[in-house]
C-alpha cells in the first residue's frame, strides 16, 4: 500500500524514519510525477502540464518499507531567482545530509537529451559521492533533438552504470525501479 506522508518545505522538516528513500529529480516537466505514478501503480503524485508544480519535498511510504521522494524540479519553471536559489539549497541539504537516501534517480527527457542543468546535478553527485541512476523518460515519443550528448559512465564516478529507459504512458522500463524499491 502507497500513502502520502506529507509535503515538506525543510529538510529539518522531514520525518526520521529508517525507511530508505529513493528520490526522483529532473528538470521540470520531465515526466517525473507521472514516472512516480507508474512506478508504484497509482496516482498519488500530482501531474500538472505547468512546469514547476512540485515545490516542496513530497514523501511516500512504501508498503512500510521505503519511502519514495518527489522532489521540486529544475530548469525552465517559472519561478524567481531567490526561490530557485532556495530550492538549490534545500536540494543539496537534502543529497548531502540526507542518510535514509538510497538510490537518486536523475531523470532526463529522452526527447531532448541531458542539458547543462542535468550535468550540473551529476557533477555535484559525483563530487560528493552520491549514488544517483540515469532514467530516460517518454522513450514512446519521438526525438526532438537531434544532437543529443551521451552520458559516459567513465566520468561519473557516482552514477550507476545501467541507464534505464522508461514510458510511463506506455508502462515500459518501470519493473528495474520497482524491484530496486521493493514494490511487488
Not at 520525518?15 to 520531465?30: C, H, K, L, M
Not at 524567481?80 to 532526463?108: C, G, K, M, P, T
Request: proline content about 4%.
Amino acid at each position: 500500500m502507497i500513502k502520502f506522508v506529507g509535503a515538506f518545505d525543510t529538510v529539518k522538516s522531514l520525518p526520521n524514519t529508517q525507511f530508505p528513500e529513493y528520490a526522483f529529480i529532473g528538470r521540470s516537466n520531465v515526466g517525473k510525477s507521472s514516472l512516480i505514478n507508474a512506478v508504484v501503480g497509482a496516482c498519488v503524485a500530482r501531474t500538472s502540464n505547468t512546469p514547476g508544480r512540485t515545490q516542496t519535498l513530497n514523501l511516500f511510504n512504501v508498503d512500510d518499507r521505503a519511502m519514495i521522494v518527489d522532489l521540486p524540479g529544475y530548469g525552465y519553471a517559472r519561478i524567481s531567482r531567490e526561490d530557485a536559489l532556495r530550492w538549490l539549497h534545500r536540494l543539496e541539504e537534502y543529497l548531502i545530509n540526507r542518510r535514509q537516501l538510497r538510490r537518486l534517480f536523475v531523470l532526463i527527457d529522452s526527447r531532448i537529451g541531458a542539458r547543462d542543468s542535468d550535468l550540473d546535478l551529476m557533477d555535484f553527485c559525483d563530487k560528493n559521492g552520491i549514488s544517483y541512476q540515469v532514467v530516460y523518460t517518454k522513450r514512446d515519443k519521438r526525438v526532438r533533438e537531434k544532437s543529443q550528448l551521451e552520458i559516459d559512465h567513465a566520468q561519473h564516478p557516482a552514477m550507476v552504470p545501467e541507464i534505464l529507459e522508461t514510458s510511463a504512458e506506455k508502462k515500459t522500463g518501470i519493473e528495474p525501479i520497482r524491484v530496486l524499491i521493493g514494490i511487488k
